[in-house]
């Protein structure tokens, strides 16, 4: 498809929306790029913090502090990208809003980051415990919503 006929499609689907909707389009397109922003600035940070670390340690992966530092930033930039995702999603239409599972999804994918950085001799097992349950109910709920999706097809 050429530029010019994208244009003309675009302009029409801009053209069909109410205000609302041109609102909406206008504002997660603000959100994508100002999180577009971040993931390349936490790109870099990772980068150049791996980098480091091989510079001045060889990068030993078996030491823990090492490890949680990697993998927690390595595990933001995911988040940042599926919220991206998702907020880019609702931009292009393929879907109305910001569905619930992709929000269960990323708060999932947060506390498995948590899981990654926490360090467990400085953390009180009453923490770990309500933690583990976070995980186990939005694990729970997200099955659900994901079993409702394929017997309704919602």
Same mark, same amino acid.
């Given at each position: 498809?050429? *530029?010019?006929? %994208?244009?003309?499609?675009?302009? %029409?689907?801009? *053209? ?7 609102? %909406? %389009?206008?504002?997660?397109? !603000? ?8 993931? !390349?600035?936490? $790109? ?7 980098? $480091?670390?091989i510079w001045k340690t060889g990068l030993d992966p $078996? ?40 929000? !269960? ?7 498995? *980051? ?16 309500? $933690?583990?349950?976070a995980v186990l109910v939005l694990g729970g709920l997200y099955w659900l919503l *994901? ?8």
């Amino acid at each position: 498809m050429s *530029r010019q006929s %994208e244009w003309k499609r675009f302009l %029409e689907e801009w *053209r069909s929306l109410s205000f609302y909707e041109k609102f %909406e %389009e206008v504002v997660s397109l !603000i959100l994508t790029a100002i999180i577009a922003c971040l993931i !390349i600035i936490a $790109l870099f940070n990772l980068i150049r913090e791996t980098a $480091l670390l091989i510079w001045k340690t060889g990068l030993d992966p $078996l030491d823990h502090k090492v490890f949680q530092k990697i993998f927690g930033m390595i595990m933001t930039l995911l988040i940042a990208l599926e919220f991206k995702h998702s907020i880019l999603k609702v931009s292009l239409r393929k879907e109305g809003l910001v569905q619930v599972k992709t929000v !269960i999804l990323i708060a999932l994918l947060a506390l498995a *980051r948590k899981f990654i950085i926490l360090d467990f001799k400085e953390t009180s097992p009453a923490k770990i415990a309500a $933690l583990s349950f976070a995980v186990l109910v939005l694990g729970g709920l997200y099955w659900l919503l *994901r079993e409702q999706y394929l017997r309704y097809g919602e």
